[in-house]
């Protein structure tokens, strides 16, 4: 069993449009939370962390955590063809800086 | 303030020699991490390095080995190179994030290694 999973997708959202993308734990003892959006052929690039219980936002984007049922997500408002890209789910545990990723979900924000 | 920097980008090796990749920080930052990311794998987590120690170590074979030297600048080496270790090898760079238990970390450019 993975430790983070995610949906591969593609999810495919119209410009405007809400895109929502999820992310389940196994790890119970996993402490911080990472969106990585990753662009084809380029490193990947943080985009939000949470390591709160609730909402954190930052401009289009909204980071949700779920820790007593394992689930993380992000929320981008008015997809724009710009997001169209790979993002990737992270955590980590106690003791140092190992992130956990998974697999990513491919976004397509159409015209 | 300057990005991760690593080099070379691009490398093409033949199975059994060796190779070592270079990362440096941003500025400031002292823990560099290593991670290797494959279609079929994803983004597996190598190592990581802190003040010139190794704090952290995934599940990786002993071919892979890293350092990290005073300057908090980084260095992997990968012995007897197979070609399944042909990858996109990543470093990152981190501080502690203000007030939060984990340290954000920032992505290089990486290095795409080929191995024939």
């Known amino acids: 069993q993975k430790e983070v999973e995610q949906n591969s997708g593609p999810l495919s959202v119209p410009e405007g449009a809400i895109a929502s993308l999820n992310c389940t734990y196994s790890d119970r003892g996993s402490q911080s939370f990472f969106w990585y959006r990753q662009y084809s052929g380029k490193s990947p690039e943080l985009i939000m962390f949470i390591y709160s219980n609730g909402d954190k936002e930052d401009g289009r984007f909204t980071a949700q955590l779920n820790k007593a049922s394992q689930y993380v997500s992000l929320l981008i408002r008015d997809s724009q063809p710009s997001d169209s890209a790979t993002y990737l789910c992270?955590?980590?545990?106690?003791?140092?800086?190992?992130?956990?990723f998974g697999t990513g979900t491919q976004l397509k924000v159409e015209l | 303030k300057a990005g991760v920097t690593q080099t070379p980008r691009y490398l093409i090796k033949t199975r059994g020699q060796q190779v070592t990749l270079s990362c440096s920080p941003i500025s400031g930052h002292r823990s560099v991490s290593w991670y290797q990311q494959t279609p079929g794998q994803g983004l597996q987590f190598l190592f990581e390095?802190?003040?010139?120690?190794?704090?952290n170590k995934g599940n990786f074979p002993g071919r892979f080995s890293g350092r990290q030297f005073s300057n908090s600048r980084s260095e992997m080496n990968v012995s007897t190179l197979e070609l399944g270790d042909s990858a996109l090898y990543l470093c990152a760079s981190s501080f502690k994030t203000s007030g939060g238990p984990s340290y954000e970390q920032y992505f290089g450019p990486g290095t795409r290694l080929t191995v024939t």
């Open positions: 390095y802190f003040s010139e120690t190794q704090r």
């Open positions: 992270a955590a980590t545990g106690g003791g140092g800086n190992k992130l956990t």
